[in-house]
């Protein structure tokens, strides 16, 4: 059985992986001349992955500072995530 924290990772690292195979298909877009539409179609699909991804760390690391309010989480302090959380907005 896995652990939320490891699901939570896995979820990640999948969107992650997501993200630089659509990125690969921007690079052969871009290299075979392919029309405008699809090139800004994949740009739009490789930011929404990333953004997601970046949702999801935060949120975990957040989750982290909730449960332990007055640690942090990976030494982030609540100010330090609200920025990234807004970096990513």
Not at 26 to 37: H, P, Y
């Given at each position: 059985?896995?652990?939320?924290?490891?699901?939570?990772?896995?979820?990640?690292?999948?969107?992650?992986?997501?993200?630089?195979?659509?990125?690969?298909?921007?690079?052969?877009?871009?290299?075979?001349?392919?029309?405008?539409?699809?090139?800004?179609?994949?740009?739009?699909?490789?930011?929404?992955?990333?953004?997601?991804?970046?949702?999801?760390?935060?949120?975990?690391a957040?989750?982290?500072?909730?449960?332990?309010?007055?640690g942090?989480?990976?030494?982030?302090?609540?100010?330090?995530?609200?920025?990234?959380f807004?970096?990513?907005?």
């Amino acid at each position: 059985m896995t652990t939320p924290d490891a699901e939570a990772r896995r979820k990640i690292v999948n969107r992650l992986r997501r993200a630089r195979g659509q990125l690969d298909a921007v690079v052969n877009a871009v290299e075979n001349d392919a029309s405008c539409r699809e090139v800004v179609t994949q740009l739009a699909a490789v930011s929404s992955a990333l953004d997601r991804a970046g949702f999801a760390i935060v949120s975990s690391a957040m989750k982290d500072c909730v449960g332990d309010p007055e640690g942090t989480a990976d030494g982030l302090t609540t100010e330090e995530l609200e920025k990234l959380f807004l970096m990513l907005a």
